[in-house]
């Protein structure tokens, strides 16, 4: 368990303005410094961001980036370049309203130095099909555009996002092989904040000011946590039941609904899910870049859920430089871990088909 304090100091030096944090990493106690003259994301980001895959999600999530400030300069990689060339243009000319960041279509070997490399090639849901319908044709691509990440960008953070993303997560931890905590899944960073907004909807405060998490699949059988759920400093039930609002059974399925399908509702109406994920990659890019040690719920490889060895999915993950820093074990109630189990088996279950596919490929 890794234990923080808030900034327990803070002093001016040569003109920098430090703030120490304690924090405790494998119970090891250590001070950080952190200048924080200006927020890496008002001077526009140093980092160099890759893509792969300039459709819907790829795009917007090129366009949050520059639009944050969270990158200085993003590269565009599609199968189709033309595609890629005109977002990057379109794109390129919003910039100067923002900040002096620069974005460009480019090609493997244009992702030299990029810290991150975010992968949104494949195939997409179509209306009626679940994100494990897409894996055998997902694993096809992978095949064909991790190898030449890994070639490229040895040192770079991977950040899946192509469905089924904890599976592919998987995928791409053995076609790269890279250290398995600088390849990342985006997880369920996306349905904890649809939660976090629906009970912030309900309860009549910011999505921000709520602490709660979705954890295991991004899909079917994720899990909603409503027995650690807090927002200023008490229990949401409790909190729900003040303002008169109180968590029953019906709402708790009405929220649990609104959670788990919204993606399908979104596809039906205008054919893909994009804006969401979008703000979810680039706050998982902004953690990493402002090596932050933030708790998301990001999807990476655990030696143990619930029972289940060598599976991919999302549990409250410390995020910062290096990728997972560390992984956090939540308190969950019997029919939450009974959940948590279960959806842990459905990844392995699917993570190995997938292992194997890649397999039969080599032989
Ligand atoms: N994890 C999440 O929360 C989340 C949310 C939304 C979508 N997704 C997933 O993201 C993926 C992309 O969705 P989308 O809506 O952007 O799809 P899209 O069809 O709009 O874009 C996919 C892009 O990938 C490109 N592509 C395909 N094969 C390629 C290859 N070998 N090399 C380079 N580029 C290639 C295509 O040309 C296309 O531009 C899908 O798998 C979708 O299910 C995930």
Redo the contacts with the bound molecule.
Sequence with gaps: MTGFNEADKVISSGGKILVYIEVHEFLRPRKIALDVRLNPSEKGGNMKVGI???????SATAFALIMKGVARKVVL????EK?AQAEAMDIAHAAPFAYANKIKAGNYEDLKGAEIVIV??????KPGET?ID?LGR?VK?FE??IPQIAKNAPDTTLII???P?DIMTEVAIKLSGFPKERVI??GTV?DTSRFRTLLGYHLGVSPQSIHAYVLGE?GDSEVLIWSAGDAGSIHIEDLARMVGKPLTPEVKAEIDDGVRNS?YKIIDGKG???Y??AG?LSRICQAISNNEYAILTVSSHHEDVEGVKGVCLSLPTVIGKRGVHQVIKPHLNEAEAKALRESAQVMKQYSDQALAMIDATAK
């Design positions: 792969i895959g300039a459709g819907a999600v790829g990689i599609d199968a189709n595609k949104t090639a494949g195939a997409n849901q994100r897409l997902n691509i064909s555009i996002t192509a469905n993303a899944g985006s996306l991004h993606a893909a899910t994009f969401g994920i979810a």
